[in-house]
C-alpha cells in the first residue's frame, strides 16, 4: 500500500512540477497554484514551497490573521495597579500599549502620537505617574486616551484637542490573559473562543497565576518579534 501510494505521489509531484513551468502567474495568491492542495488525501500535495519563504506570502498572513483577529498581548496581573501598563511592537498592530487608567479600567491604544507619530512609551512595562508624553513635541494624553496638553498649539485658533485622542483598540480578558484586537469588527472574544474557556481553560487555576518572567525573541526568517511569558501560581 505505501509503495502504490509513494508512486501516486511521485505522479502527482511530476505533473504538479510541470504544471509550475508551463503556467506564467504574476500573483503568489493565484488559485490555480493551490488546486493540489484540495484532491483527496492519497493525491494531494503539500502548500508550495513559496508559501514558507516568501516575505511577500508572510506580510499577507501576518494581515489577513494577526490584523483581523485577538492577538495574546500579557496579563491582567501585569496591569492590576492604576497607571501600569505593558507595551509591546505587535504583528499588523504595530506598537501598542495596554494599561489600567485612572479610573480602574484597562485599555488599549496604539502607542503612537497623534501628532507626528512618534512612540509614546519606549519601556516595555511601567508605571505612569502622570499621563502619556510624546518625546518629541511633549504633547501629553491622560490614560484614558485624551489630548491634554499640547504646547505651541494654543496660537492655532482651529486647533481641537477634542479631536486627536489616542487610536484606541479592542481589549477584553479571559482567564487572566488580555487580548487585544485593532479590528472594530473582530467578534468578542469569548466567541472567537467558542468553548475553549468552558472545556480547557477552566480546567487550569490560569486566573490565580502570577507573571514571573517576559522574554522577547526575533525568528532567524522572517524578521518577527514575539513576546514570551512564564507564569506560576500565587
Sequence with gaps: ILSVLMKRLAGCGRRMSTNLRAHTFTSLFEPT???????????????????????????????????????????VDELEQPGSYI?????????????????????????????????????????????????????TYDTEGNLRGAPKMKENKCFDKAQYPLKPLQLETMAGFVFVAADEQ??????????????????????????????????LHPPLPCTGLWWRCS
Design 186 to 219: 473582530v467578534p468578542p472574544l469569548h466567541e472567537t473562543f467558542g468553548n475553549l474557556e468552558q472545556n480547557l481553560l477552566s480546567r487550569f487555576p490560569l486566573e490565580d497565576m502570577m507573571t514571573v518572567g517576559r522574554a522577547e525573541c526575533t525568528p
Design 33 to 75: 497554484l493551490f488546486e493540489a492542495t484540495r484532491r483527496p488525501l492519497q493525491e494531494a500535495l503539500s502548500l508550495p514551497a513559496h508559501t514558507y519563504t516568501s516575505p511577500e506570502w508572510h506580510a499577507a498572513e501576518v494581515q489577513a490573521i494577526f490584523g483581523r483577529q485577538w492577538m495574546l498581548v500579557g496579563r
Design 87 to 139: 507595551t509591546l511592537d505587535a504583528p499588523a498592530l504595530g506598537p501598542l500599549i495596554a494599561l489600567r487608567s485612572k479610573d480602574g479600567e484597562l485599555r488599549a491604544f496604539a502607542n503612537v502620537c497623534r501628532h507626528r507619530g512618534a512612540k509614546l512609551m519606549s519601556e516595555p512595562q511601567g508605571v505612569l505617574r502622570g499621563g502619556l508624553t510624546c518625546p518629541y513635541h511633549a504633547w
